[in-house]
């Protein structure tokens, strides 16, 4: 279990999670399957690409786009109890392609937030959450799928809107925010920026 996108101001938040059956763990290693901030965005499509082909069937991208993740931010005021239910509906959804019984995920806050938002058949799978997660090779690989989700988002975005969406909150986000938002309007900032952050208030000053 994997997320991305939690702290840029543009793009979607991403959770992706993988089930790994053994024999798919040496294919994966031949891959190259590692953290994917150690690997360059023009290899991400590719292997992303591959880890579908060898875990075919047995993966979940769940993509929250900024309009609809502002919704739900709106709602639930958290961000990890917003993180913790994309994590609880990976599990849930890739529960009913195979029973598992272990589920790693990259840690992100208390334990309690994920068990909590986890259903019956979910609650019946031993979670383990812990730092630096990528480690372990399903983990990467789900982090390479949450990666060329926002990748294909941010590509997607340049070419509707004709402008760069630099990742994180830098002054170069900033500035590519002030230029969409004299473009496009302040209004419609929630369809590509998470509202929530102190950049907005950078953006629109």
């Keep these: 279990m994997y997320e991305s996108g939690k702290g840029?101001?543009?793009?979607?938040?991403?959770?992706?999670?993988?089930?790994?059956?053994?024999?798919?763990?040496?294919?994966?290693?031949?891959?190259?399957?590692?953290?994917?901030?150690?690997?360059?965005?023009?290899?991400?499509?590719?292997?992303?690409?591959e880890i579908r082909k060898i875990c075919f069937?047995?993966?979940?991208?769940?993509?929250?786009?900024?309009?609809?993740?502002?919704?739900?931010y709106g709602k639930m005021k958290n961000l990890n109890v917003l993180l913790a239910w994309t994590h609880a509906a990976v599990i849930e959804d890739l529960l009913e392609k195979q029973d598992v019984k272990l589920a790693i995920a990259d840690k992100f806050g208390d334990e309690?937030?994920?068990?909590?938002k986890l259903k019956t058949r979910g609650k019946g799978i031993h979670l383990i959450q812990v730092p630096k997660?990528?480690?372990n090779i399903a983990?990467?690989?789900?982090?390479?799928?949450?990666?060329?989700?926002?990748?294909?988002?941010?590509?997607?975005?340049?070419k509707t809107y004709g402008?760069?969406?630099?990742?994180?909150a830098s002054s170069l986000v900033i500035q590519a925010g002030k230029s969409y938002v004299k473009e496009h309007g302040k209004d419609a900032l929630v369809n590509v920026a998470k509202l929530h952050f102190k950049t907005t208030e950078d953006v629109l000053r």
Aim: glycine share 6%; with cysteine.
């Design 133 to 135: 997660a990528e480690q």
């Design 112 to 116: 309690k937030y994920i068990n909590d």
């Design 57 to 72: 069937g047995k993966y979940k991208v769940l993509q929250i786009n900024p309009a609809k993740y502002n919704e739900l």
């Design 163 to 168: 402008l760069t969406l630099p990742k994180g």
């Design 139 to 158: 983990v990467a690989a789900a982090s390479i799928l949450a990666r060329d989700a926002l990748l294909k988002w941010s590509n997607g975005a340049k």
């Design 8 to 49: 840029d101001f543009f793009c979607p938040l991403v959770t992706a999670g993988v089930i790994v059956d053994p024999e798919a763990v040496p294919l994966l290693q031949s891959l190259g399957v590692d953290d994917s901030k150690k690997i360059t965005d023009k290899k991400i499509p590719g292997m992303a690409e």
